[in-house]
Antibody
Framework: EVQLVESGGGLVQPGGSLRLSCAASGFTFGSNAMTWVRQAPGKGLEWVSTINGRGGNTYYADSVQGRFTISRDDSKTTLYLQMNSLRAEDTAVYYC???????????WGQGTLVTVSS | EKVMTQSPATLSVSPGERATLSCRASQSVSSNLAWYQQKPGQAPRLLIYGASTRATGIPARFSGSGSGTEFTLTISSLQSDDFAVYYCQQYNNWPLTFGQGTKVEIK
């Protein structure tokens, strides 16, 4: 069974940094693209970033380009999202998802809440 | 960026009735469209990919159709478990984009 477990969320001040993790199991992690999607409170889904398998290409939404960095450690089957220069509008539940061959997502983790506030 | 527009924003349906949800792309996304279901406090769940292929374990009452710019998700006979928010997502081009969602509520 595929399992994705996010961690690392919390309260951070504007301008601060946070690193999210997503521990994966139940599939061949290294060969699979992985994605982060976020959801602001009461709002819809927003794609954030994708990293291809084998440490390949990375892709970012314009809203996080230059501030967020997606990475992976295939030896630990873990996906990361380094978030710098955080803003109030980055407040959201962040989900990691297993990215299927053409970039639809299945399954999703349970999410981790990031709150950016002073 | 391809903008995905879902309609209606809210759909009130009685159990056992059919629900038809629409998703429109600002430019063609071919058949590179997925649908997700999200219940309160839960992560989204994949329902449909490739515009019309049901994901593993998804009941046959869920069906998807369309290509290009116009897509439809149909729930043939709504059950109590189906009341949720539904999102479409295009994966034809970067950036990947979602619609704003359609909430299916009990009438």
């Amino acid at each position: 069974e595929v399992q994705l477990v996010e961690s690392g969320g919390g309260l951070v001040q504007p301008g601060g940094s946070l690193r999210l993790s997503c521990a994966a199991s139940g599939f061949t992690f290294g060969s699979n693209a992985m994605t982060w999607v976020r959801q602001a409170p009461g709002k819809g889904l927003e794609w954030v970033s994708t990293i291809n398998g084998r440490g390949g290409n990375t892709y970012y939404a314009d809203s996080v380009q230059g501030r967020f960095t997606i990475s992976r450690d295939d030896s630990k089957t873990t996906l990361y999202l380094q978030m710098n220069s955080l803003r109030a509008e980055d407040t959201a539940v962040y989900y990691c998802a297993k990215d299927q061959s053409l970039h639809w997502f299945d399954p999703w983790g349970q999410g981790t809440l990031v709150t950016v506030s002073s | 960026e391809k903008v995905m527009t879902q309609s209606p924003a809210t759909l009130s349906v009685s159990p056992g009735e059919r629900a038809t949800l629409s998703c429109r792309a600002s430019q063609s996304v071919s058949s590179n469209l997925a649908w997700y279901q999200q219940k309160p406090g839960q992560a989204p769940r994949l329902l449909i990919y490739g515009a019309s292929t049901r994901a593993t374990g998804i009941p046959a009452r869920f069906s998807g159709s369309g290509s290009g710019t116009e897509f439809t998700l149909t729930i043939s006979s709504l059950q109590s478990d189906d009341f949720a928010v539904y999102y479409c997502q295009q994966y034809n081009n970067w950036p990947l984009t979602f619609g704003q969602g359609t909430k299916v509520e009990i009438k």
